[in-house]
Antibody, heavy 115, light 110 residues
């Protein structure tokens, strides 16, 4: 059974940093590209970033480029999102998902940016 | 990186059929067949309902179907049931290895 489990969310002040993790199981992690998708309270889904199976290709939405870094450790079956210079508008539930069809999603991790 | 365009809301009575549209451009929906649809109930993670325009994953009811014409993709739900009431989102691969989602459509079963 495919499972994705996010962790690392919480309350952080504007300008602060946070690292999200997504532990994967039930499939050959290294053979799949992965993505982070966020959903602000009461809003729709927004693609944030994605990474190729071997980690050699990384891609970002314009709104997070230069502030967020996606990475993965295939030996640990874990996906990461390092978020720096956080802003109030980054407040959202962050989901990790397997692509190309976003066929499996984690339960989400809430990130709140507030003073 | 503009979102794909979906109607904010649609509604239908039990047993009826409804269609949700998702409009993009030649650079996303019109240019690729990596178009998917998701169902999201309140407080839950999205669930894949349709992938690659019209493929239905195992376990998804055959009442759900997808199609594409030009720059517009569509999700049709036939034989509406109360449990279908949810938010629905489309997604598409876009240029330069990026992805777009639609703004979401709230389906109300009357």
């Amino acid at each position: 059974e495919v499972q994705l489990l996010e962790s690392g969310g919480g309350l952080v002040q504007p300008g602060g940093s946070l690292r999200l993790s997504c532990a994967a199981s039930g499939f050959t992690f290294s053979t799949y590209a992965m993505a982070w998708v966020r959903q602000a309270p009461g809003k729709g889904l927004l693609w944030v970033s994605s990474i190729s199976g071997d980690g050699g290709g990384t891609y970002y939405a314009d709104s997070v480029k230069g502030r967020f870094t996606i990475s993965r450790d295939n030996s640990k079956n874990t996906l990461y999102l390092q978020m720096n210079s956080l802003r109030a508008e980054d407040t959202a539930v962050y989901y990790c998902a397997r692509i190309t069809s976003f066929d499996y999603w984690g339960q989400g991790s809430l990130v709140t940016v507030s003073s | 990186q503009s979102a794909l365009t979906q109607p904010a809301s649609v509604s239908g009575s039990p047993g009826q059929s409804i269609t949700i549209s998702c409009t993009g451009t030649n650079s996303d929906i019109g240019g690729y067949n990596y178009i998917s649809w998701y169902q999201q109930h309140p407080g839950k993670a999205p669930k894949l309902m349709i992938s690659e325009v019209s493929n239905r994953p195992s376990g998804v009811s055959n009442r759900f179907s997808g199609s594409k014409s030009g720059n517009t993709a569509s999700l049709t739900i036939s034989g509406l049931q109360a449990e279908d009431e949810a938010d629905y989102y489309c997604s598409s691969y876009a240029s330069s290895s990026t992805w777009l989602f639609g703004g979401g459509t709230k389906l109300t079963v009357l």
